[in-house]
Structure formats: structure tokens, C-alpha cells
Nanobody, 117 residues
Framework: QVQLVESGGGLVQPGGSLRLSCAVS????????MGWYRQAPGKQRELVATITGSNSTNYADSLKGRFTISRDNAKNTVYLQMNSLKPEDTAVYYC???????????WGQGTQVTVSS
């Protein structure tokens, strides 16, 4: 089994920053791709960013330049630095990891990010 524990969400004013963390534990053999997705009220879950074991990154086009994904393989942790936050960034942010050996997918419980004045 794989466990994902997210942290770092909260309430922030427009223009502010937040850093999300997702610590992965358990059977991590084969975990290659780590990423973040988000789901706003009434909308489908959407990709925010992903990062591979070799630190190749992929971002949603609308978020490039404001969000940065990174990972610390020694800590089995993936981060999402979010800058210049806008009210439309309000959503539940979910950590996701993909096991490329077992072809399985794991999700965190989600962390709420609210951007409001």
C-alpha cells in the first residue's frame, strides 16, 4: 500500500503564495510520476503539474510561470509552490503518484486552498 499525506493548504489573499507538500510512504517501489491536480466546486478535476523521477516537469498551460512543482526523492515528497494566487485558484488540491511498474494510481485526501480577500 501507498499512503499520501498532503499539507500546506489554507486561506490566502489574492497575490499571495502557498506551498503544498505531499509525503509518500509505504510501498514506493516503482513510484515514478508525482503530481498535483485540483478540483474547484462544480468543475472536473484538472491537472496542475507533474514531475518525473528525472525531474522532467509538465504544467497546465494556464499555470505556467506562477506554479512550480519539485520533489525531494530522499524524503519521498513532492511540493507545489504557488505564487501570485488568484481567486480562481480556489480548489481542493490533490496529490497523485503513479507506479509505472504496477500501473497503479494513488491519490491523497486533498487539501483546500482558498484565495480570497
Amino acid at each position: 500500500q501507498v499512503q499520501l499525506v498532503e499539507s500546506g493548504g489554507g486561506l490566502v489573499q489574492p497575490g499571495g503564495s502557498l506551498r503544498l507538500s505531499c509525503a509518500v510512504s509505504g510501498n514506493i517501489f516503482g513510484i515514478e510520476i508525482m503530481g498535483w491536480y485540483r478540483q474547484a466546486p462544480g468543475k472536473q478535476r484538472e491537472l496542475v503539474a507533474t514531475i518525473t523521477g528525472s525531474n522532467s516537469t509538465n504544467y497546465a498551460d494556464s499555470l505556467k510561470g506562477r506554479f512550480t512543482i519539485s520533489r525531494d526523492n530522499a524524503k519521498n515528497t513532492v511540493y507545489l509552490q504557488m505564487n501570485s494566487l488568484k481567486p480562481e485558484d480556489t480548489a481542493v488540491y490533490y496529490c497523485n503518484v503513479k507506479n509505472v511498474v504496477l500501473l497503479t494510481n494513488y491519490w491523497g485526501q486533498g487539501t483546500q486552498v482558498t484565495v480570497s480577500s
